[in-house]
C-alpha cells in the first residue's frame, strides 16, 4: 500500500558506475584489442596498498604493469584489499564488500568481460540471464551462469565452466550497450529469457519487463513467427497473464497464486482517498471493500527506518478500516502455503 503523496525515493546511485565511468573503458567489438599499459606515476598509487587510484576493477597483467609483484597481489588478497572476482582478474576488496547480491552479479559479468572483449572480435553479446541483470529486471531462482550469444558453433570447452554460449545471430537493432557493454536490447532479452525459465519466473521477468518498457505486441507477434520452438508455449502462456502493475516479484507471484485457486482477478495498484491522502492498495476487490497487502522486506527497508514505516502503514490501515476496509496481509512465505492462503481469502472476501 503507497501513499501516493509520499516522497518517491530517489533513484539508486549505480554502484557500478565507479567501473564503467573510471575504469578504461571498454573498446566496441568492432574495434577490440589488448589495452595498452604502462608505468604509473607515484601520484596515481595509493600510499601503503600500492593499488591504483581511481579503478576497482584489474587484470592481473595491470597490476603488474603497474609495479605491484605477485608476492604483493598473494598479500594483497590475504589481506582482503584485493578480492579475485574470476580468474586473472581482481577487485578492491572495500569496493567488492560494499556491493549487494545484484550488483556483485552484475560486477562478474563486468570481470567477464574486462579480460574477453579486449581480446575478441567474434560479435559476443550478453544475453538470457546475464542480459536481464545489466537491464535490472527482476529474476527469481535464476542461474548464475554468464550467458553469451556468439554468431557461431562454440566448440566444447572454448569456454570458462560458468559461461553458457549461445549460438545464434542478433540483427543490430536487437543489440545494444549498457554500461559499456554489448547486451541484446530490452525485448529479445525478455524473450529469450522467458523461453528459457518457469513459468512463475517468466511471469516475474515479464511484468517487469513490461513495467520497464517491453513492447508487448513484439513479443507477441514473436511467439507466433517462433510456433512450435521450445519454451514458446510457456512464454506466450506467461505473457497472456503478465501485468506492469506488478510492482514486485512477490506481487507477481501472489497474483499467480490467486489466480491459480480460482478466486476472482483482483484490481491491482487501487487508489483510496481518505482524509489524509490517496493511497493505493497492492491488490482490491473495491465491490467488496476487501484489500490484499503483499509486505516484502524491501517495502519496509529500503528508503525509510523501520520503526517509522511500520507506524505510518498501521496509520493508514486505521483510516481504511474506518471507512469499511478488510485487509489482509501476506509475506514471502504465505505464497508457499497454499491451502493456508485459500483459507485466508475465503475468510477476507466473505467479510
Not at 603497474?66 to 572476482?85: D, N, P, T, Y
Not at 505473457?239 to 510492482?247: K, N, V
Not at 506481487?251 to 489466480?259: F, G, K, N, Q, Y
Not at 492498495?281 to 484489500?291: N, T
Request: with cysteine.
Amino acid at each position: 500500500m503507497n501513499n501516493q503523496g509520499m516522497p518517491q525515493p530517489r533513484e539508486a546511485t549505480d554502484p557500478l558506475a565507479n567501473i564503467w565511468a573510471e575504469a578504461t573503458p571498454f573498446p566496441s567489438i568492432a574495434s577490440a584489442r589488448v589495452m595498452p599499459t604502462g608505468p604509473v606515476s607515484s601520484a596515481a598509487v595509493v600510499p601503503g596498498s600500492l593499488l591504483p587510484a581511481g579503478d576497482v576493477m584489474w587484470r592481473t597483467e595491470e597490476l603488474l604493469a603497474q609495479g605491484l609483484s605477485k608476492r604483493r597481489i598473494s598479500e594483497h588478497l590475504l589481506a582482503g584489499v584485493l578480492v579475485r572476482v574470476r580468474t586473472g582478474i581482481m577487485a578492491r576488496g572495500s569496493y567488492w564488500n560494499a556491493l549487494s547480491d545484484g550488483d556483485r552479479g552484475r560486477a562478474r559479468l563486468v570481470a567477464y568481460s574486462k579480460r574477453t572483449l579486449p581480446a575478441t572480435a567474434d560479435g559476443l553479446t550478453f544475453s538470457h540471464t546475464s542480459a536481464a541483470r545489466l537491464h535490472r529486471l527482476y529474476l527469481w531462482r535464476a542461474d548464475q551462469l554468464i550467458h553469451v550469444t556468439i554468431p557461431y558453433h562454440a566448440a566444447r570447452g572454448s569456454h570458462a565452466a560458468d559461461v553458457r554460449a549461445h549460438s545464434a545471430h542478433i540483427l543490430d537493432s536487437d543489440r545494444i550497450e549498457v554500461g559499456g557493454l554489448p547486451v541484446t536490447s530490452l525485448d529479445r532479452t525478455v524473450l529469450d529469457c522467458a523461453r528459457m525459465l518457469s513459468y512463475r519466473q517468466a511471469l516475474i521477468l515479464l511484468d517487469h519487463g513490461l513495467r520497464s518498457g517491453a513492447d508487448r505486441h513484439w513479443l507477441e507477434s514473436e511467439c507466433t513467427r517462433l510456433a512450435g520452438v521450445r519454451g514458446v508455449a510457456g512464454l506466450r502462456r506467461a505473457l497472456a497473464f503478465a501485468d506492469p502493475l506488478s510492482e514486485s516479484p512477490g506481487e507477481s507471484l501472489t497474483r499467480d497464486v490467486i489466480a491459480r485457486l480460482t478466486f476472482p482477478a483482483p484490481v491491482l495498484q487501487f487508489p483510496v482517498q481518505t482524509a489524509r491522502g490517496t493511497y493505493r492498495f497492492d491488490f482490491a476487490w473495491p465491490e467488496l471493500r476487501a484489500a490484499l497487502e503483499f509486505d516484502g522486506k524491501s517495502k519496509y527497508f529500503d528508503y525509510k527506518p523501520t520503526a517509522q514505516v511500520i507506524y505510518e502503514e498501521r496509520e493508514r490501515e486505521k483510516l481504511l478500516t474506518e471507512q469499511g476496509w478488510r485487509i489482509l496481509r501476506i509475506g514471502w512465505k504465505d505464497l508457499f502455503d497454499e491451502r493456508g492462503m485459500k483459507v485466508r481469502l475465503l475468510r477476507l472476501l466473505r467479510g
